[in-house]
């Protein structure tokens, strides 16, 4: 009897923690979005005044000042957030679509993307991205670093979704695939043996997910799966929430070759899947393809296959680290050779 008990309150315990998390976090949501609105109307009514009255720029100046003694301690109204809310009025005012996106996100993550996105359809990858995944702002400049919208969105992608999976699944494992991957996070700056690289990553699983996208769990590296008496082991296998099925992720430190695909194939058999699961798929990450080469090789491929690049770390190797002429050092060599021509 009291086993059931403890079950029990454990249950209603849960429940309530759960409860107490979705208020908190719609209640931030509503704060947030009354926020934004009152930036936008701020933004709006400073560019109404100055059209009016030709006001110029010290009219912002003077209206941070007046607010800051109105309501001191307040951080928001200072006088290059006054430009913000200014900017933020001029650039969505006609485009409805992505001011619904504006106001779902935080106001400095609003900032960052006004200020290094300057494409419609790239901004509005980044706000829905931060809105559905919650990316901080660090998480954020990392992504627009990386040209997330270009990998994901931009880049045409080499599967036979459409070919092995039903319309809806393969419109949404499109979405859930990326032509490249950046691996810098692993901190390899030139090729290294297929285990090293698979090592590092599972070192490293938090930053992978995050590159790999929303609703990836990770499940086991080296995971194995018998077939006659035989053991067979796939590098990476994760689950994914929305797509409902397991995603197999090979790795390979050279260039693409068609028997990757054929072995591919053969994993997805339904050696783990579930029975309510839906149809497993298989990305290979290869170093270097030739897409041709893909596209013919997956051509007879009867179970969904993708491939994609991978690039490693652009940063300087630790071994040239101080043995290249800092920016300072070459700036002066330049000068100084300039001052010798002359």
Known sequence: MGDYVEQAYGEFLAGIKASIRDARLRAGRAINRELIALY?????????????????????ERLAADLRLEFPGTSGFSTPNLWFMRQMFLEYRDDANLLQLVR???????????????????????????????????????????????????????????????????????EAMKDLYMLDFLGIAKPVVEREMERRMVERIRDLLLELGYGFSFIGNQYRVTLAQKEYFIDLLFYHRKLKCLVAIELKSGEFKPEYAGKMNFYLDDFVREAEENPSIGIILCAQRERVEVE???????????????????????????????????????????????
């Open 40 to 60: 936008w109307r701020i933004g709006e009514e400073i560019v109404k005044r100055q059209e009016l009255h030709s006001w110029g720029k010290s009219v912002v």
């Open 104 to 174: 779902e996100i935080p106001w400095g993550q609003n900032i960052t993307i006004m200020t290094k996105i300057k494409e419609a359809s790239a901004r509005g990858y980044y706000l829905s991205k931060t809105a559905e995944l919650g990316w901080s702002r660090n998480v954020l400049l990392n992504q627009i670093k990386a040209q997330a919208y270009e990998r994901h969105a931009l880049a045409p992608k080499q599967h036979n979704f459409a070919a092995t999976l039903p319309e809806h699944l393969a419109a949404q494992a499109d």
């Open 296 to 342: 013919y090789s997956l051509r007879n491929i009867n179970r969904p296959v993708g491939v994609s690049e991978y690039t490693l770390t652009t940063e300087l190797p630790r071994e040239l680290a101080g043995k290249l002429p800092q920016a300072r050092e070459i700036e002066a060599g330049i000068l100084w050779e300039m001052a010798g021509e002359r």
